[in-house]
């Protein structure tokens, strides 16, 4: 039986965590730790999870305590505050799989950029393998460290992977135009994020400005063997969550579809082992309620004469964040993949 702890519990990925793990055979959550006033059981928190587990949440995170009780953490905390843990539960030969940003980029001067933060664990930024199973499980399966995919990233590079890999399209001419439901800002009181102010509206924000662009960047720059900058517009919507992006790209002249393989063949052949990827045949593309409270991402494909549209969509607190990173704990430890997610 692994022995997981959750810290950062009161959060909707941390929630999300809890549900998911409490129908894990392979798993016993041990230890929960949040931003709180003070301890308390968990289940005042989530009366939903009572008769389930009964553990105290502590209002703060204690190393001797966590390490001595779990296996594998789970940090689903706010960036900038992962870096302060992760080196002590490392050092203590404690797998960790974290949520936030702060082991993502390799480029530390981007994060501090855009995480407007000096990193405090750059000996740590070289190890971290990226969770992204579809492109990394041979790697995710000896790691250590897991830097669990931001949603954005993690909807745009799935459905970019196969064009890129088979040098489809323009790598300059990508235009990524994503919409979030609101919790994918976390659960944190601000104004702009009240009922009232997101209900019957619709907007764009941080314009070509996110903070998982840089994210976007390096892994499609990966992908493509080249220096790669996209035009990303997030939008939120008036939804509890998922994530719908709908991704434009130029033709190249150079790509050839293989062995003369529609673009729904191709997509479907690259990803043929991938238990959470579903491509949708010709014609047809995904909404949100076919990924909503799933660990799937849908992708449907549009080839123009000169462009190709990629629609797909994920759920942001699951294949997103939590789903994403049990799917990451079970082939780091050698479970079925799909355990508890299916």
Known sequence: ?????????????????????????????????AKLQENQPITDLFPRFKKRISLICDKEAHLKEVCLKCDLVFLALPHTVSMGLAPGLLSAGKKVIDLSADYRLKDVSLYEAFYRAKHKDKAHIKEAIYGLPELYRNRITSAKLVANPGCYPTVSLLALAPLLA??????????????????????????????????????????????HMPEINQELSLLADKKIRVAFV?????????????????????????????????????????????IKEEGRFPKLKDVQHTNFCDIGIQDDKDKIIVIACIDNLLKGASGQAVQNMNIMCDFPENTALS
Do not use: C, W
């Open 1 to 33: 039986m692994l022995n997981v702890g959750i810290i950062g519990a009161s959060g909707y990925a941390g929630e999300e965590l809890m549900d998911i793990l409490l129908n894990h055979p392979e798993v016993r959550i041990s230890y929960l730790a």
């Open 166 to 211: 088979f040098g489809l399209v323009d790598p300059e001419s990508i235009i990524i135009d994503a919409k979030s439901g609101a919790t994918g800002a976390g659960r944190k009181a601000a104004m702009e994020f009240f009922f009232s102010e997101i209900n019957e509206d619709f907007r764009a924000y941080k314009v070509n400005t996110h903070q």
């Open 234 to 278: 997030p939008h939120l919507l008036p939804v509890n969550r998922g994530i719908l992006a709908s991704i434009y790209a130029r033709k190249s002249r150079k790509g050839a579809k293989p062995q003369g393989r529609n673009l729904v063949d191709v997509y479907k052949k690259f990803y043929k082992n991938e238990p959470f990827v579903r």
